[in-house]
């Protein structure tokens, strides 16, 4: 249980370090250094006293109930070949972090940096302890989104960007992959759960999804582990800063790929899919990577295309099917990562003194870095595979695992040549490496003079190169029990007999290494010439960049398909779009329409009432006129829709909704007046302008006037038919029954609002609260047209009758025009509020309520407005609508939040009546405080928008004035 | 009383429909608010059409439904009234301030090519 709780423990750790690490000041690059160096030091004793649990084939499992009924439990599993993973993530993490405390410049922000390297810690862990498929899936991303953003940390550099963006598409859409795959894995099996999967290898691979199943695996596998033809992305990440290379390019997050393939190897392998899938992207990546990585100019890149090779010299061991070829790949696992990562420190130490990766201009560095030197020469000797280093181990398990006969079949024939091939260009481009680098004349015009870096940065190299050594000269003490552990954990019963021994005797894998050698340095020798002078990039297939393919396809997809669909499909024109979306509406209706048997014949005129039908007649007369004015006279447009909208008022009333028609009609008032100052910003449209209808137009016209005669034939049959059709059961019964006595109101329609369906109405009033404020933001910023600043004709007109006679003042017929209905309105400023207050109180038992009320009220102030003029009410009278607004939302909110102090849902009502001297029995439910929120909110919102569409007449003196000074400037 | 009703509700559909597709910002929104009458008549109407029947109940009395028409319908419609005068209000300022910043009342920002 204890075991089991650390490896949670394990796990958190790192994501609790990095939100730590994010949060410290952007120079504390000692702090930085020290918490994430304790936080690896722990996560590595946590790993090593996990150690005799997974020993000998022992597995530690933590389950926890995350998504049982999807069979997705947050199971972490971990067993000696997870083990051995954490010892590279926590052990190499610690070291990257020391070296990283030397690297990153005091100017870099660093929490940034340690944040993102804890946490690719953290999702790194979290893959190779998953005890699910679906958990695994999910750090899985997690890598590439957190490799995304460390490769992207210098993110003011161009390079870095798209190496970023590069890495997390190319690896995003193997994750993609998969997640689909693991998913039929778990379909084939029945579980998710690792040892279950684990269990059915049979199954698996005889069932029909299999072959489906591994592609998908293997796309998200090879993505990740940067194999032929998806390499590309991995020297593009080299964007990244050194110690993250080191980190997540080399030792552990490229492994991911190869890791999955380990981990499902006893189920996936064996089958011919397998092998020539496997193993011929391992083999072109094997060969071609170590053929690219000879031409790199850069140190960077040549590490990068030397890592891409070696995966695939893992990739082919696991193609293999062979248990020996397995502890091979898993033994090169370690061994790779011990080498390339103290690599690729030591090209940060060159990169870091000479200010330059480029080995054209790098040379006999050795007498300025002879430490740093040395250590790389040993590494570099352990990735071209030289005796008594542990990269020779396990490529001589390589060189014998080819010569195996596997399957017979060509490509079995061409490993060992293959084998032997990369292993001479792998020779060739260490050599290059060291002797490019630390030998030759000495350095002429270096950015800066090299000298050996602080110790602290060259330790995690020094002990790196350290474990290379030790574990080629006496593998079996050393490596030998760990690798035996991982390697029972991967193939169990299968595990074969093997020896780590440095001599094997004189045999073909030994006379193969002594011709990779040799071979590799004679073509070294012969390239030395070439390779000191020529552009970065291999001969013959420097245009064959997967780099240039993968930006094309990018650049077809998403901009050359996305410019043409526009082009051809698109429309920047509101009409035509318009004229679809009714187009679509109108289909959408039509069809049900006939499905539920529309029949015309059925159409009586009974029951009519002739004073309705003239109602309607006034109405639909109203609405054809508003259609047909809107162009040109909009004032008579907009009095015309009043009248359709009276004649709905009154057809409300009509059919027993009061509380509608009392809406209806205070919205209408205000709705005329909010369009009636909007109208004086309307550009002048005069009829006899624009007469010249041309035929394109005229047909446009006819269009439209077709669709919409058949919207609105097409919505009287609707309406007709759904109004004779009988009445189903509704829940109308329960609100109707229930509303006096749970609700202590005898209006129901209130009652709903305020206290059944409250929720719905509390959302109502926020979005009715944030369009105001919209409304206000938008009118901030508002600009009049320039032909809408100058004084309206109108006043201009009375202005000029005070000209013409020598008794008036300039501006008086302005402020006595309509004086009478002035001085009314401003004595209805009382009447209108007690009517609010009228409105609001009795609105939970009659006709009225919050929402009337609160426009009543808005009239109210509005009509102040309208008889003294903005800067005489504003004088006289302050109104605060944002304040009423979000005092409005307040008072809902805390009467629904009331509730919970006494264990109640959100919203529940609570009512009583009250006995108030000289008035009465009083209703007082919680639901009136509520309705008052909705009261103060309607107010607010309804002035707020009012007002600011009034004061932009203020804001346009001000323009006028502003121009006013202008020209007199330029007199 | 179903067919004038419903004739109604075809006309400001119509006249609503017919303004929307016009070029001028003015006439959309008077298209819209004629749509959004039709639509809000529309709905109250599911509850179908009942006189001298508001859904007033008389306090503790057992309520029989037959009585009473539809308030769901009218709860609707009711915050629809106010929301639609809210939009009406949004689409009035967006197109004054699209009116100021383009110089045209058009639609699209622009006067159409001739």
Redesign the interface.
């Known amino acids: 249980m204890t075991d089991a709780n650390l490896l949670l423990f394990l796990l958190l750790l790192p994501f609790a370090g990095s939100v730590a690490a994010s949060l410290l000041p952007s120079n504390a690059r000692n702090a930085e250094a020290w918490l994430s160096g304790l936080i690896s030091v722990t996560a590595f004793a946590i790993t090593a006293f996990l150690y005799p649990s997974v020993k000998n084939g022992g597995v530690v499992r933590r389950e926890a109930e995350w998504l049982p009924e999807l069979g997705v439990n947050f199971t972490l599993r971990m067993d000696g070949f997870g083990w051995m993973f954490s010892v590279l993530i926590t052990g190499i993490g610690l070291l990257v972090v020391i070296y990283a405390r030397y690297y990153m410049s005091p100017k870099d922000p660093v929490p940034r940096f340690f944040s993102f390297l804890l946490a690719f810690m953290g999702a790194m862990q979290g893959l190779v302890i998953s005890g699910n498929l679906i958990v695994l899936a999910i750090f899985w991303e997690l890598t590439s989104i957190v490799s995304f953003l460390l490769i992207g940390y210098w993110h003011h550099n161009q390079a870095a960007r798209d190496g970023a963006r590069m890495a997390l598409t190319i690896t995003g859409i193997g994750g993609l992959a998969l997640l689909v795959g693991l998913m039929i894995l778990g379909h084939i099996v029945g579980s998710y759960d690792l040892d279950v999967v684990l269990a059915s290898g049979d199954l698996i691979r005889n069932h029909d999804l299999y072959t489906p199943a591994l592609i998908l695996i293997l796309l998200g596998a090879l993505t990740k582990s940067a194999q032929f033809p998806f390499h590309f992305w991995l020297p593009n990440a080299m964007a990244a800063p050194t110690p993250v290379s080191a980190y997540l390019h080399s030792a552990t997050m490229v492994k991911a790929g190869v890791f999955l393939l380990a981990r499902l190897w006893p189920v996936l392998s064996g089958t011919d899919e397998w092998f020539f899938i496997v193993g011929l992207t391992g083999m072109t990546t094997l060969t071609l990577g170590a053929f690219y990585a000879i031409f790199q100019q850069d140190l960077k890149g040549l590490l990068a295309y030397s890592t891409i090779s070696h995966l695939g010299l893992i990739t082919t061991l696991l193609s293999l099917g062979s248990p020996l070829a397995a502890v091979a790949a898993i033994f090169h696992m370690m061994n790779h990562a011990t080498f390339k990562a103290s690599l690729f420190m030591a090209a940060g130490i060159i990169d870091h003194e000479a200010g330059t990766r480029d080995m054209r201009r790098l040379s006999g560095l050795f007498s300025f870095l002879p430490i740093t030197a040395t250590l790389a020469m040993v590494a570099s000797a352990a990735m071209a595979g030289v005796p008594l280093l542990n990269g020779f181990l396990s490529k001589e398990m390589f060189f014998a695992e080819t010569l195996e006969k596997h399957h017979g079949s060509i490509l079995d024939g061409l490993a060992p040549y293959a084998a032997t091939l990369a292993g001479a260009f792998a020779v060739t481009y260490s050599v290059r490496f060291i002797h490019t680098v630390f030998f030759g004349p000495k350095p002429v015009d270096l950015p800066k003079i090299p000298h050996e870096p602080p110790h602290w940065m060259r330790l995690p190299i020094e002990l790196l190169v350290l474990i290379c050594l030790i574990v080629g000269m006496v593998p079996s003490i050393t490596v030998g029990p760990y690798l035996h552990t991982a390697v029972v954990a991967v193939l169990g019963s299968e595990t074969p007999e093997y020896s780590l021994a440095v001599w094997h005797g004189f045999n073909t894998p030994l006379v193969m290494s002594v011709i990779a050698l040799v071979g590799g340095i004679l073509l070294y020798f012969a390239l030395n010439n070439y390779l000191a002078t020529c552009e970065d990039g291999t001969p013959f297939l420097r245009n064959l960049k997967g780099q240039r393919i993968f930006e094309r396809i990018l650049v077809t997809i998403s901009w050359r398909w996305a410019r043409w669909i526009e082009a051809n499909l698109g429309t920047r024109r509101l009409q035509p779009q318009l004229r679809l979306v009714v187009l679509a509406a109108f289909v959408a209706g039509l069809w049900p329409l006939f499905q539920a048997g529309f029949r015309p014949q059925n159409v009586s005129f009974d029951g009519l009432d002739p004073t309705f039908a003239a109602f309607w007649a006034v109405g639909i007369v109203c609405a054809i006129g508003a259609a047909y004015q809107a162009k040109y006279h909009r004032l008579a447009a907009l009095i015309l829709m009043g009248g359709a909208g009276i004649v709905t008022c009154i057809t409300f009333i009509w059919f027993s909704a009061p509380d509608l028609a009392v809406t209806q009609l205070v919205v209408e008032v205000v709705t005329t007046v909010l369009i009636l100052l909007g109208l004086r910003w309307l550009p002048q449209r005069l009829e006899e302008v624009d007469n010249a209808v041309t035929p394109m137009a005229r047909m446009r016209r006819h269009r439209d006037f077709a669709l919409a005669l058949v919207c609105g034939v097409g919505m009287t049959m609707i309406a007709y038919a759904m109004m004779t059709s009988p009445m189903p059961d509704t829940i109308a019964d329960f609100f109707l029954d229930r509303a006096y006595s749970e609700g202590g109101g005898t209006n129901v329609v209130n009652v709903i609002l305020v206290d059944f369906r409250a929720f719905d109405t509390f959302g109502e009033i926020t979005v009715l609260g944030i369009v105001a404020l919209t409304v206000f933001a938008l009118l901030r910023r508002f600009r009049p047209a320039p032909d809408s600043v100058g004084v309206p004709e109108q006043q201009r007109i009375q202005n000029l009758i005070d000209d013409e006679r020598p008794d008036r003042e300039v501006g008086s017929t302005v402020r006595d025009y309509l004086m009478v209905p002035s001085i009314l309105m401003q004595w209805m400023f009382p009447v209108i509020i007690l009517l609010a207050a009228y409105l609001f109180l009795r609105g939970h038992d009659l006709p009225g309520g919050g929402f009337a009320a609160g426009v009543t009220m808005a009239i109210g102030f509005l009509l102040q407005y309208l008889a003294g003029g903005t800067r005489w009410v504003e004088d006289r009278l302050r109104i605060l609508p944002v304040r009423w607004i979000g005092v409005g939302l307040l008072a809902a909110a805390f009467t629904g939040l009331g509730a919970w102090l006494f264990g109640m849902p959100f919203l529940t009502s609570y009512f009583q009546y009250t006995e108030i001297p000289f008035i009465g029995k009083v209703p007082t439910a919680s639901a009136l405080l509520f309705d008052l929120g909705v009261f103060a909110l309607v107010v607010g919102a309804t002035v707020l928008m009012l007002i600011a569409i009034a004061h932009q007449s203020v804001r346009s003196y001000r323009v006028r004035a502003v121009e006013a000074a202008k020209v007199e400037e330029d007199a | 009383?179903?067919?004038?009703?419903?004739?109604?509700?075809?006309?400001?559909?119509?006249?609503?429909?017919?303004?929307?597709?016009?070029?001028?910002?003015?006439?959309v929104?008077?298209?819209l608010?004629?749509l959004g009458?039709?639509v809000?008549?529309?709905i109250?109407?599911?509850?179908?059409?009942?006189?001298?029947?508001?859904?007033?109940?008389?306090?503790?009395d057992v309520?029989d439904?037959a009585n009473?028409?539809?308030?769901?319908p009218?709860?609707l419609?009711?915050?629809a009234?106010?929301?639609?005068?809210?939009?009406?209000?949004?689409f009035?300022?967006?197109?004054?301030?699209a009116?100021?910043?383009t110089?045209?009342?058009h639609?699209?920002g622009r006067e159409p090519e001739?």
């Open positions: 009383m179903e067919l004038v009703l419903s004739i109604g509700i075809g006309v400001l559909v119509a006249s609503g429909v017919w303004l929307l597709l016009r070029p001028r910002t003015y006439q929104i008077i298209g608010s004629l009458y039709a809000n008549l529309f109250f109407s599911m509850g179908r059409l009942k006189t001298n029947a508001a859904p007033v109940v008389q306090g503790v309520v439904p009473f028409a539809d308030p769901i009218q709860a419609v009711l915050t009234i106010v929301i639609g005068f809210a939009t009406t209000a949004l009035l300022v967006v197109l004054l301030a009116r100021g910043f110089g045209t009342d639609v699209d001739r």
